[in-house]
């Protein structure tokens, strides 16, 4: 099963990146870490790496992909110099708010043959299998 998680992963993940990458210029980790913040704003990238379980690597070269295209900003957190909260530019929210209808419409096409019985259940395996998986950290 973990595999053909993985591999059903990195199939629509790399469906969606295509369609990332055409139109906004975003490879996935650049994306992933948009979504993060535009539900999140105001995170470190440590938290970040928590959140999407990306390798630290993966996120730092991205956060300085964002911050040289414009997308993101980096300060200094008030409480912590050490820490930099990272934040969504205007340009960053225009994007975001572009690519989230896109992301529901990828999604909606994965779901269109499932009964709305089928989706809950899927749901409901899929929050299981996360609470199960965060055990096993």
């Not at 995170?43 to 970040?48: E, H, P, V």
């Not at 269109?112 to 996360?130: G, I, P, S």
Request: hydrophobic share 45%; glycine share 2%; charged share 30%.
């Amino acid at each position: 099963m973990p595999f053909r998680l993985s591999v059903l992963s990195n199939r629509i993940s790399s469906a969606v990146a295509r369609l990332y990458e055409d139109r906004f210029d975003l490879k996935l980790p650049e994306w992933r870490i948009m979504a993060i913040l535009g539900r999140n704003p105001n995170l470190t990238a440590s938290q970040i790496v928590d959140i999407s379980r990306m390798d630290k690597v993966a996120i730092s070269r991205a956060v300085k992909r964002l911050v040289e295209m414009g997308r993101l900003t980096v300060t200094s957190d008030p409480d912590d110099a050490r820490r930099q909260r990272l934040n969504l530019t205007d340009t960053g929210w225009e994007i975001y708010d572009q690519i989230v209808p896109l992301a529901l419409g990828v999604e909606e096409q994965l779901l269109a043959d499932m009964t709305a019985e089928e989706r809950a259940m899927l749901d409901q395996a899929v929050t299981r299998l996360t609470q199960a998986a965060a055990k096993l950290d």
